[in-house]
Nanobody
Framework: VQLQASGGGPVQAGGSLRLSCAHS????????TGWFRQAPGKGREFVAA????????DYADSVKGRFTISRDTTKNTSYLQMNTLKPEDTAIYYC???????????????????WGQGTQVTVSS
């Protein structure tokens, strides 16, 4: 499956953005899509993940209450709604997918086999 992330851009602190992750084909079974981010000079960090079949979600503590992950099965697209953005949210955001990941591994980027190209989010103060 190929993934294409989009929706990034510059935004002021307190603003909102919605990222999209389009999948090249329908996702079946226990497919998981995760969002990760990487800031300059830092490692890749887990942001959120969603189970396509049941809709279960998981979030990093740093984004809980501000970010919402969702999926549209009719469009094979996952979304990351980001509200109340902070300068520390500045990073390249990547979406990733794989099948049959156990929930405890959702935050582990090495468990995902398919990655999108990344989209830059820049939050200014």
């Amino acid at each position: 499956v190929q993934l294409q992330a989009s929706g990034g851009g510059p935004v002021q602190a307190g603003g909102s953005l919605r990222l999209s992750c389009a999948h090249s084909r329908p996702t079946f079974g226990r497919y998981i899509t995760g969002w990760f981010r990487q800031a300059p000079g830092k490692g890749r960090e887990f942001v959120a993940a969603i189970d396509w079949r049941a809709g279960y979600t998981d979030y990093a503590d740093s984004v809980k209450g501000r970010f919402t992950i969702s999926r549209d099965t009719t469009k094979n697209t996952s979304y990351l709604q980001m509200n109340t953005l902070k300068p520390e949210d500045t990073a390249i955001y990547y979406c990733a997918s794989d099948g049959t990941l156990i929930r405890s591994s959702w935050s582990n980027s090495r468990q995902y086999g398919y990655w999108g190209q990344g989209t830059q989010v820049t939050v200014s103060s």
